[in-house]
């Protein structure tokens, strides 16, 4: 019935490289909506005193950060792996990459810099600057702690994972054949899992086990494991039932973990190891679901949720930047006085989210944008000699996956600056 299921809205891609599919912007969506969730929900308890059961739906939020774990890994293995005989494949996949991280990444970094001076109320953590500027946030919270960090700056460290991967992973893709380069993944997914378990086992606190790099690039891993999966004979429409069986497997797993420990937290051990492998499994399975299955793609493909991930990346280094700032007590209750009514509470929350959502299309568009068009200057090419691979079936996109759009038709070639997981 599954396979009935998925034939019956399967579309067979067209090998366009270098297209855009909406699907992947729609799960770049999925992922920044789900970290904004946690932290609002998170911080308006904290900050604000505003209880209500549906914030504590919200703490799942957190698991927006895998999935951009996992899709990072999907999309950036795909540039790797298809400009992989590319004479410029290492400068122009770092030049890319800086141009796309450093400017807002450094930019938010001297905004922090600038209030920490202006506004001495503000602490934005008991250590230098320097951690965050070099990539080393995870390691600065493992040292001394999430307040050596700082509430603003907390959710840095994720980016630091990714970096730390990306400075090794890419010579492995440019010397391994695809078959090594899956095994390769796959081993450190295992190793990932089993290293959170030996780690817990022997008194290593919660906290170090869920930022440190080792513990956690498995989810990029699979996010690989599955973009070279799509790579193969037949491409994406051979894997395709498989990624179905296994998001569906793997997400019941998850649920299983959620109802069986009643949590849906990370200080639970059991969701610390095997569910947040479950879950990369899970949003794995999804994405490549999604280049082949009609009605995931097209839910994926809705305009408000591509809206959100086109400008995850700002969404996502500015969020909480402002958050921290606007709930600080000196700063609300100039807003709200010193005993707010729960509405007046609540419309200053939307006005948070506006001022969030403001800020990082203003950030795109008016600082980001200049450097991004400077990606012209280091093109990369897909496939042997430059041109895209001819497997039948294949699907690739800008970085990973390419086909007809959610109406079936083919997509126009667009290059949009902001596209791979913050490639």
């Not at 090998?15 to 911080?43: E, N």
């Not at 022997?202 to 690989?224: E, Q």
């Not at 399975?285 to 082949?292: E, F, M, N, Q, R």
């Not at 299955?293 to 959100?308: E, Q």
């Amino acid at each position: 019935m599954l396979r009935s299921t998925l034939e019956a809205g399967t579309i067979t891609p067209t090998p366009l490289s270098g297209t855009y599919i909406a699907a992947l912007d729609g799960v770049r969506g999925v992922a920044i909506l789900l970290v904004l969730a946690f932290h609002l929900g998170r911080d308006s308890s904290r900050f604000l005193e505003l209880h209500h059961p549906i914030l504590k739906a919200t703490t799942f939020g957190w698991c927006g950060v895998d999935l951009f774990f996992v899709l990072s890994g999907f999309l950036i293995t795909g540039i790797l792996y298809d400009s992989r005989s590319s004479e410029n494949y290492f400068r122009s996949f770092y030049a890319r990459r800086i141009l796309r991280i450093f400017p807002l990444y450094y930019g938010a970094l001297l905004v922090v810099a600038i209030l920490a001076a202006i506004v001495p109320e503000l602490t934005w953590g008991s250590h230098s600057l320097l951690w965050q500027a070099l990539f080393l946030t995870n390691f600065l919270v493992m040292a001394y702690g999430w307040n050596a960090v700082g509430d603003g700056m907390a959710h840095f460290w994720s980016l630091a994972v990714e970096e730390h991967f990306y400075l090794a992973w890419p010579f492995l893709v440019r010397l391994g054949t695809r078959r090594q380069l899956m095994l390769a993944a796959a081993a450190i997914a295992v190793a990932g899992l089993a290293l959170r378990s030996a780690l817990l086992a022997s008194g290593v606190s919660t906290v170090d086990v869920y930022v440190s790099t080792p513990t956690r690039i498995d989810a990029l891993a699979i996010g690989a494991l599955c973009a070279l999966a799509v790579r193969g004979p037949g491409g994406a429409a051979r894997v395709a039932q498989p990624a179905a069986i296994t998001m569906l497997f793997c997400g019941v797993g998850v649920l299983l973990v959620i109802f069986g420990r009643w949590t849906l937290s990370l200080q639970d051990p059991l969701m610390l190891t095997a569910g947040l492998t479950l879950l990369a499994l899970t949003f794995g399975g999804a994405i490549v679901t999604s280049l082949t299955w009609r009605p995931l793609r097209l839910a994926l493909s809705n305009s408000t949720l591509c809206w959100f991930g086109r400008y995850s990346f700002g969404l996502y280094v500015w969020h909480l930047i402002i958050i921290y700032f606007l709930f600080q007590p000196f700063v609300r209750e100039k807003f709200l006085g010193s005993d707010p009514q729960t509405a007046a509470v609540l419309l200053y929350m939307l006005f948070t989210v506006a001022l969030i959502l403001a800020v990082s299309v203003l950030s795109y568009h008016c600082w980001e944008m200049p450097f991004l068009n400077l990606k012209r200057y280091f093109p990369r090419n897909s496939g042997a000699n430059g041109q895209p691979p001819s497997t039948g079936g294949d699907v690739r996109s800008q970085s990973a996956g390419a086909g007809l759009d959610a109406k079936g038709q083919a997509p126009q070639n667009v290059d949009r600056p902001a596209r791979g997981a913050w490639e």
